[in-house]
Structure formats: C-alpha cells, structure tokens
C-alpha cells in the first residue's frame, strides 16, 4: 500500500537533507575546510538519528540501493580522514597510521559482532513458541540488548564516539583526540562481541532443536491435552481465536490452544489456557502421538489444510460468527469432521448453500460467547438512549452491500447525534478500511462529526474517584507480564510461564469490576468511539439499548439480548427483496442510506407499546441461536465430549487393525536382525 500523501514530503526532506550533508562534507574535505566539515558532519549524524526514529521505513529503500547505514557511515568517517589528510602535512601521515588502523578493526568488530548476533538469533529460534507453560527444562533466558540484535543503531552508537573524535583532532589538530574515540569505540564493540560470544557457550544458549522437540513429545505425554482450538491467520485476525478463549477454557478436559504464526503468540488474549506455536509442518505432526484428540476451528486458512491431515484428530469448524453472507457457509466446511453451528438456522443454510455438508455433520451448540450477555429490561431509563452503531468491514469481494460505512456511515450519525436524547457509541470492525480505502475514509470522517458533536454537548461530568484507574491497575497486573519491548521470544516464554492457581476466576471477577468502573466514568450524554480492546463488544451490547449494523454475525450476537435492532440496507435491493435474502434481518427495522428512518426507529425504543417486533425477535433468536436451556456453554462442552468419544472409538479401532496386521505385515520403522542359527552340542 502506498505512504500516506502526508509521509512522501517529510521522506523527500529527510533524503535531501542526508545527501546535502554528504554532498558538504565532501566539498569540506576536499578543499579543507573545517566549519563546513564540522557542520555537515553533525547535520549528517543529526539526520541519522531522526531516520531511526521516525523514518524506519526508508532505511529500507536506502538498503535495497546499495546505501545501508554501514555505507553510510564508512564514508562519513572516510570523509573525515581524508581531510586529516589534507590538513595535515605529509610528515603527519604516519601519526594517522594508527588511527587508521583503529578505525578498520572497528569496523572488523562491527562485522564481526553482526555475524555472532546472527548466530545467537538462530540459536533463540526455538521449533516451539509457549505461552502459559513452564518451559524451564529449554534453559530459557532473557533476549541480548537490542544494540547487539540491530546494526544500525548498534553502529551509529558505538562508531559514535571515533566520528566525534575524528572530529575534534580535526578542529584543534590533536591526534589524541581520535586516539580516544576511536579506542572508546573499539572497546564497546569488543564489550559487545564478547556478550555475544558468552551466549554460545553450550551452558548459556537454549536447547538446540532435537532437545526442544524430545521436551514437546513429554510435556504433551504430562500434560495430556484432550481438545485444542486450532488457529492461523494474519496479524489483524486473532479476535477470531480469543472469541473462543473463554469457552475453551470452561471446557471439561485439559485444553490446549495451538498457533501456527509466531507473531501470533503476544496477540491471543489474556487466558491460562496452554498454548503451543507449531510453525513448522514437521512439529505440528507430532500432535499425532499426543493425547489430543479433538481440535475446534475458529477460520479457514491455507495451513488448516495441514492439520487435517493428522489421522489421530478429529476435527470441527465452529467460525468466528454467523450471518447470512456466503461465508458463512463456505465450501472448505466440508473438510472438516462436524461442523457447528448456534442455531437451525444456520444449519438450514448449509443445506440451502448445497457446499457438500451433509447435515448428519452438523451440530447446533448455540454461542457460549453470548451466555453473559444481559437480557432486554425495559426501554432506556436513564435521559439518554444508548445507541450503538457497529458496522462490518468492506470485505474482500467489493459488494457494496457488505458495510454501511462507505453509503450511509455518515448520514446515520449525523441522524442520531441530532438527537439530544441519544448517547452514540461508534464501534467499527477492526479491518475497516483494510481493503476499500473508501471505507477508512469513511471511518475517520464519522470519527471526525462524533468529535465535533461533543464539542457542542455541555453536562455534568462524573467527578473522577480514581475507581477506573484502580480497576484498570489491578486488570492489567493481572493479564499483563512485564516484558521488555525489545525481548524476543525466548524471553517471552521464561516470562510467560504457567500461570499461578486462580488467576482465571480472579481476571473474570476483575474484567466485570472494570467494566462498571468504566461506564460509571462516562458522562452518559456524551458519544464514544471504541476502538480498543477493551471494552469488548459484548459489554457494548449490555450497554446499549438499540443496536445499528450490516449484515453480520454482529446482528446475531446482539438477538441474544432480545433489543430491538436495525439493519443498514446499502445493496441496492429494495426492503422486501433485502429481508428474503437474509434472514437476520426479518426481525429488525432497515435502513435506508440516507437514514430517513432514525427518528421512527429511536420512538420505537423509547416506547416499547410502538415496538412491532417484539415477538419476531423472540422467535429469530431461537432460530438464530438456538433453544435458551440448556446454555450454550453446556451444548459445546457435551459437543466436545461427544466429538472426543468418537476420536478415542476411532483410535482403538485403528490400533486393534494394526495389532492384527502387525504379524503379517512387517514394521517398516524398525530395522530387522535376522536370526544366527544354533550350534549343535
């Protein structure tokens, strides 16, 4: 994706600026002069620093021409012997000599210290990631200081001190100016090469790959995990594997969450549920050994088709929501074991779609998510109607029907911050824009009118108990390991380790004492965007009293609480087309883009006896999501036990198979010793 408009100018600055400032000192080390060579010199360093602050980006465009900061500095401090060299008289040359010499075995060092840290790296890249485990047994350690893992800090740095003093004995002409910087110089790179060089002795680095993985095979055999959530994805993709965390963890059994991406690791949510990061295809089929016995799939994803092909594993495909797109019921669904879903909706959309999943293969466990979500209470008591407004995101196939944000994002805020009486909370999709940059657009200019609308709402604030900081303080301890921003993972996992006893109930009883705590700071008159993790989506929903989306698994979700809710129509289709084509929509009021009817709509809330559709969002929700009893958490743990019991048949099966063929057919995986015949007596 191209820079933004407002980086190209800065960028082009910086560039000028970095060739003019070498462009001088060459002028200056001709001819001599020193102002100009002290001056550009410093411009030069000056800009250094501002790219590896700021303009990390280039450094790239700068390394892919030939010109990396090794270049760049080499020449910098060349620049500055040659106009030593042409300041001084030629009986001066051999003083020079040494300080020559010094530079190159500098640079040697330089070189040198980047080899080693390429070494140590490879020895910290572990074939297993953890996160809540103890992996001790790995001799784990914190990560080399990050001087020593970058080189263009680490030689800005460290060469710092020789330029400086090249400088200064080009000033006042005293060598031992440079003498000193160039040995200050030489003695932080032999510092650091020796740190370096430590952390490979046999006792100091982590195990090696044969040891790591023999320590997997026995955790595995410890630990005997029974169901895993299997989950890979892009950066911007992990809500769709922590949705799940919490089920997962209430389950009966030992659970196990298992990643294929590294970056991945650091973005699954605070949860005490193991989790193990398998990148390669070689370590992941060492699960076929394990106890596993039942993995559950949040998405599809080019290396899903990996796992499936572990013979041992039984496998389901629970998403990451439903709605009435196709993708809900994507073809890939039919390589799974089972497949399920919350309601007989969904499970009649299978059959509709006609994408080869049999409905044998379904089965209806409702949304375990949804079971704290509050139930309708009334119309709005307090003096502002809550009025939440989440949108999807564009997609991928550019139907202009999958988000509202583009056609109608704007006109249905501007409708609802007229009135007084409504509260907005504005909480988009976290991919908007990623792929329409019309969207992010959109985004930001309805981010832009909820600002200017509380610039004009004047009310009593909450005073400020210090209650939310607390809450925040003690949540935070409690799902947050301090860890360094510039540890590696192997740093990481020594931090990361098992979690105390308890700390699951203790986030739980946290996570709702915040969430009070933060609501009760907000003054309940003026509108928010919520954009960060916190609070989620579902606390949004017991907030709110009518919720404004598209067609999404959002719409779902939100039946849960039985609140009246609305749909943005930006299809094309007109109304009575729009509701046949999705059910979810039936039992909701649709908008048109120019959100004529939000007024409408906000009198239906606000007097329940004007709402028509009361019982049609009774009788969506159970079609959507299922019967209320028994709740859905105890629908996906009888799911699971019931998917376990036939992985476990499945496995004895196949080892009473292999116990009858064993006389016959010869173990392949085992040398043969043929027998010596006996001697007489």
Known sequence: MPAPLSRIPARALVTALLAAAFCAQAVAALRPHVPLLLGATALSLAVEGVLLRWQRGILSVFAKSHADITVRHVLRDLLLVVCLLRLGEQHREPVY????????????????????????????????????????????????????????????????????????????????????????????????????????????????????????????????????????????????????????????????????????????????????????????????????????????????????????????????????????????????????????????????????????????????????????????????????????????????????????????????????GVRLLYKPHPLTGSVDPRAGAADLRIRELITAANRERTGERPRDTGELALRTEELDRLTTTAVRASADQVERMLLQSAPEPGRAEAVARATTAWEEAYWASLPEWEHQVVTAARPTLYACFNEADLLISDVSSVISDFLASGKPYAVANTSGLAEDVFRKAFPTVRAGTVLTPDAAGVPELLDAVRHPEKDRLVEARAELKQHLLGPDEPPSQVRFNEAVQSLCSVAGEHRARMAERLAAETPEIPDQRRSFTPQRPAHPA
């Open 97 to 420: 000599t040494p300080l020559i010499a010094g530079l190159l075995a500098f640079y040697v060092l330089h070189c040198a210290i980047q080899a080693v840290s390429v070494l140590v790296r490879r020895t910290r890249t572990l074939p297993v990631v953890t996160r809540n485990i103890d992996a001790a047994a790995l001799r784990l350690s914190p990560a080399p200081p990050i001087l020593l893992r970058r080189p263009g800090p680490r030689l800005l740095i460290f060469g710092l001190p020789a330029t400086a003093g090249l400088l200064a004995t080009a000033a006042t002409d005293d060598p031992r100016c440079a003498a000193l910087g160039i040995a200050l110089s030489l003695g932080l790179a032999l510092l650091g090469l020796c740190d370096l060089l430590v952390r490979l002795l046999p006792s100091r680095r982590p195990a090696g790959e044969r040891e790591t993985l023999e320590w997997l095979d026995a955790w595995l055999a410890e630990y005997r995990p029974t169901v895993g959530l299997y989950f890979s994805g892009g950066a911007a993709s992990a809500y769709q594997a922590n949705m799940w965390l919490e089920p997962l963890a209430k389950l009966d059994g030992r659970p196990l969450i298992v990643l294929r991406e590294r970056f991945m690791v650091p973005k699954i949510a605070p949860t005490d549920v193991p989790v193990l990061c398998l990148p390669k295809v070689s370590t992941l089929m060492r699960l076929e050994e394990s106890s596993l016995q039942v993995l559950i799939h949040p998405s599809n994803s080019g290396k899903t088709s990996q796992v499936l092909r572990i013979p041992t594993l039984k496998h389901t495909f629970v998403n990451h929501g439903e709605s009435d797109k196709l993708s809900s019921c994507n073809p890939y669904a039919k390589a799974y074991d089972e497949v399920w879903v919350a309601g007989p909706a969904a499970r009649e959309r299978y059959a509709y779609a006609e994408v080869g999943v049999e409905d044998k293969d379904v089965v209806e466990i409702g949304r375990p998510q949804l079971d704290d979500v509050r139930p309708y209470a009334g119309p709005p008591s307090g003096a502002c109607t809550t009025v939440l407004y989440a949108p999807t995101w564009e997609g991928w196939d550019g139907n202009p029907g999958n988000t509202s944000v583009i056609e109608a994002g704007e006109n249905l805020v501007r409708a609802l911050v007229a009135d007084a």
